[in-house]
């Protein structure tokens, strides 16, 4: 059994810069997700197993960057530029990838979720 743990969540003005991590050890691919209340959980960033794939959200992409460092096996989203839209639960997932390059972005495809880092965003 995985278990993820993100970390770096908080309240930041607009404008303002957030990084999170997420704590992993294995081969797996992964992904950052966020939700809002009553709104479906949707992928914002993602990348493969060697980090050399990388997903981004039309909404994010530009501001965020996702990166990982299999060494210490973490995975990290650096938010700059953030919105008040950028507000919401932060979720790092995971799940087993054999393919070196592939990226996942639906919630269904991952095995492995975080317990969620809260985002927010003052205007």
């Known amino acids: 059994q995985v278990q993820l743990a993100e970390s770096g969540g908080g309240l930041v003005q607009a404008g303002g810069s957030l990084s999170l991590s997420c704590a992993a050890s294995g081969r797996y691919a992964m992904g950052w997700f966020r939700q809002v209340p009553g709104k479906e959980r949707n992928c914002i960033a993602a990348?493969?197993?060697?980090?050399?794939?990388?997903y981004y959200a039309a909404s994010v992409k530009g501001r965020f960057t996702i990166s990982r460092d299999n060494a210490k096996n973490t995975l990290y989203l650096q938010m700059n530029s953030l919105k008040p839209d950028d507000t919401a639960a932060y979720y790092c997932?995971?799940?087993?990838?054999?393919?070196?390059?592939?990226?996942?972005?639906?919630?269904?495809?991952?095995?492995?979720w975080g317990q969620g880092t809260q985002v927010t965003v003052s205007s």
């Open positions: 997932a995971a799940r087993v990838s054999y393919n070196t390059a592939k990226v996942y972005t639906v919630v269904g495809e991952y095995d492995y």
């Open positions: 990348i493969s197993w060697s980090g050399g794939s990388t």
